[in-house]
């Protein structure tokens, strides 16, 4: 069941492309009036909806405040969503943990295609923690694992400079002294004891 909260914020999120769409496609070239009444009432409806949905996000955003990586929502659209790990993904706006999150969330926002066809590089890495390909880049800066719920930064990794693995992302080490030790990942490191 789709509770009334998500189907809202789906409408606005909706409305949202295609109330551009009818002003550059039906307004512009003059099919519709911008006086319209079914355009004023459809965009009437929208600002309560937005309203209404609005409010409901400055509610939540105390809560909010307190997670350190949010995540958008695939069921809602919101970035409302604290995620732990792939069992306990929970979203405030929708107030439920969902469901396979991991795959949805995929689905929804990570382009897992284009790469492919670019032969360019693939949104999706190899986590260091769990090693599985459920590890992405957030923002250019916060990394996130969508299986083991892993949150390092950008300044928590490097990539390993190995012969046996393609720069596979790995965790920066520091000596005690805070010099920057040089080191590689599993595959790399097995490579070197046994060459
Ligand atoms: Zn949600
Ligand atoms: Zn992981
Ligand atoms: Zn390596």
Redesign the pocket.
């Known amino acids: 069941m789709v509770s009334a909260d998500v189907l809202k914020s789906n409408i606005v999120e909706l409305f949202t492309y295609l109330i551009p769409f009818i002003k550059s496609e039906l307004i512009e070239p003059g099919y519709i009036s911008s006086e319209d009444e079914n355009f004023l009432e459809i965009q009437e409806y929208l600002n309560e909806f937005d309203e209404y949905v609005n409010g409901r996000l400055a509610l939540l955003q105390e809560s909010l405040n307190e997670v350190e990586v949010i995540l958008q929502c695939p069921v809602c659209n919101q970035e409302t969503v604290e995620f732990k790990d792939e069992t306990d993904a929970y979203c405030y706006f929708c107030d439920k943990n969902i469901k396979n999150f991991a795959e949805k969330y995929i689905d929804s926002f990570v382009d897992t295609y284009s790469h492919v066809m670019d032969g360019g590089e693939s949104p999706l890495y190899e986590c260091p923690e769990c090693e599985f390909e459920t590890f992405l880049c957030l923002d250019g800066y916060q990394f996130v694992c969508l299986t083991c719920g892993a949150k390092p930064t950008q300044d928590d990794l490097t990539t ?6 393609n720069e ?1 992302l ?1 965790y920066s080490r520091y000596s005690e002294n805070g010099d920057y030790e040089v080191h ?2 599993d ?2 490191e097995d490579y070197f004891k046994h060459a």
Do not use: A, E, L
Not at 160 to 165: E, F, L, M, N, V
């Open positions: 390993c400079s190995g012969p046996r693995c596979k790995i590689f990942c595959v790399c």
